[in-house]
């Protein structure tokens, strides 16, 4: 007799923060990282499932960090997170973290950050479309190599927005 292999799913915790962008949806895991950081309506953007469990708890650096932030007072963000993208989309990923408050980078230069071609630059966009972590991974600093606001999976305006916030377009 063989059996099948169960998949095991792992605990994800929960909650929603108010803020000036919406009610943003964070997801973590049973270690407390951040996993996700969804707007309402984004592209791509997570649901909660009827197998999470809701829970402030695991979230409340992440509530007070991101009050900050929105306030003006916060300009990195020093979470746990934990992503599972491909290696590709986590070296992209990653390369989002080095985009310092205020500033904005390109598609293009994002690429060379993680030594891949410039034919690179659709896939290295589709990564940064794919980030389960706005705001806190700051993708919404990308911008086209024209200076023009992109694609943005929470929405143009709230790129706008945050740029805004942040000092790199005028207010």
Not at 124 to 136: D, E, S, T, Y
Request: with cysteine; net charge neutral; aromatic share 8%.
């Amino acid at each position: 007799m063989t059996t099948e292999p169960t998949e095991v799913t792992e605990l994800t915790y929960w909650t929603t923060v108010d803020g000036p962008l919406g009610p943003l949806l964070l997801t973590a895991d049973p270690d407390g990282a951040l996993t996700s950081l969804s707007v309402p309506g984004q592209k791509g953007g997570r649901t909660v499932r009827d197998d999470w469990r809701q829970d402030r708890g695991p979230f409340r650096a992440a509530e007070g960090q991101l009050a900050a932030y929105f306030a003006g007072e916060l300009k990195e963000f020093r979470l746990g997170l934990r992503t599972n993208g491909t290696e590709f989309r986590e070296r992209v990923w990653a390369a989002l973290d080095s985009v310092p408050y205020g500033a904005t980078t390109t598609y293009g230069e994002i690429a060379a950050r993680i030594g891949a071609s410039g034919v690179a630059v659709r896939a290295v966009g589709g990564a940064i479309g794919a980030n389960p972590l706005l705001i806190v991974r700051p993708c919404h600093r990308v911008i086209g190599a024209n200076g023009s606001l992109t694609g943005y999976a929470g929405g143009l305006e709230r790129k706008v927005r945050l740029l805004t916030l942040e000092g790199a377009l005028a207010g």
